[in-house]
């Protein structure tokens, strides 16, 4: 990982201005001659810029996204905490970290991140640009942007705007995390219970009643108590609170919550995506509950000479980083179209 360290200052949508920010990434392979072999991927919410490790199977050696082939770019988005400036980062004018303190980011402030990143690395034009979940929420936004900075785009499981669904889900989630007693104290593992609990409810989004029955069904009739189902839940939870921070998920779900790519365009999502011009392969999960297929059919629609694959998938909106094999497929079938 490598951390680009922007020193003007940097202002955000809500007008809070940062004296300096750092952005931490990760490149893979080697950037050609003429520059025309960049993959950038945009990262979901709690990931970070090592994109060959969280989506293994569709980038490293002998994938679709092969640093062999293409120079590979993946920052970490602002307002996380994986190396990029956000809730743990000291804030200058108390020397203390800011927790929760710090400003609301909004995903155009991340996009506005990520093109300093491009102008530090030299990289003029993008040859494709990826992204799933809140991923894809930058992608868009990047192409609505810059879109003549990018020549081919893949969005999977993602939308245009953030659903009533998407924003009830994570106004429950921060009530967990709120309803934590330790919330709001100056520790970096403040409201990990909070935390826990709202990864548990943004579990049974990411994945559907199918492959939960599937997979955590118990046996044994006979139990009361202990199930499959509360265990997974649970192990889920702390892993996140393990690697993760209460602080840092709160804000990035505000983060997904404001995203609206009509926004300060005049508000009409069809019109906004009309002017995103880069060729455009849409993936989309059949079991997804938390972005459904009827997200990526709009976009489909509105986005000019879209091409749209649903993929049948048992797992809901983690399929989008499960079913890799598939993806890398039709990824590299569109691709050989398109040289």
């Known amino acids: ?98 927790y929760g303190n710090f400003p609301l980011i909004t995903i155009r402030d991340m996009v506005n991140a990520h093109i300093l990143l491009r102008k530090h690395l030299g990289i003029e034009k993008i040859y494709l640009l990826m992204g799933g979940s809140m991923g894809g929420y930058q992608a868009m936004e990047w192409c609505v942007m810059e879109n003549n900075a990018i020549e081919n785009l893949l969005l999977l499981a993602t939308s245009a705007s953030e659903s009533a669904w998407g924003i009830a889900t994570h106004t429950a989630q921060r009530l967990s995390i709120e309803a934590d007693g330790t919330w709001n104290t100056p520790s970096p593992k403040a409201a990990a219970k909070g935390l826990k609990a709202a990864r548990a409810i943004g579990m049974l989004t990411y994945r559907n009643y199918g492959i939960m029955v599937q997979q955590q069904t118990d046996a044994d009739a006979e139990k009361t108590d202990n199930f499959k189902a509360s265990s997974y839940i649970n192990y889920q939870g702390q892993k996140l609170v393990d690697r993760f921070n209460a602080y840092t998920y709160w804000q990035l779900t505000k983060t997904m919550d404001s995203h609206h790519l009509g926004r300060g365009r005049g508000g009409n999502l069809e019109a906004v995506l009309k002017t995103i011009t880069p060729n455009t392969l849409i993936i989309g999960i059949s079991s997804d509950i938390l972005c459904p297929l009827i997200e990526q059919r709009f976009l489909a629609q509105h986005i000019p000479g879209a091409t749209m694959i649903e993929i049948d998938s048992d797992y809901g909106h983690d399929g989008f980083m499960v079913e890799s094999t598939i993806i890398s497929q039709h990824l590299a079938q569109w691709l050989a179209l398109k040289a």
């Open 1 to 98: 990982m490598n951390v680009f360290k922007y020193t003007d200052s940097f202002t955000l949508e809500s007008g809070f201005t940062f004296p300096a920010i750092d952005i931490a990434y990760t490149t893979y392979g080697t950037l050609n001659a003429d520059k025309s072999n960049v993959v950038w991927i945009c990262h979901a919410l709690t990931a970070n810029s090592d994109a060959a490790d969280w989506w293994n199977g569709v980038v490293g050696n002998d994938h679709v996204i092969d640093p062999e082939k293409y120079f590979i770019v993946c920052a970490n988005i602002l307002g996380s905490c994986y190396g990029s400036t956000g809730p743990l980062s000291i804030d200058p004018t108390s020397g203390q970290p800011y």
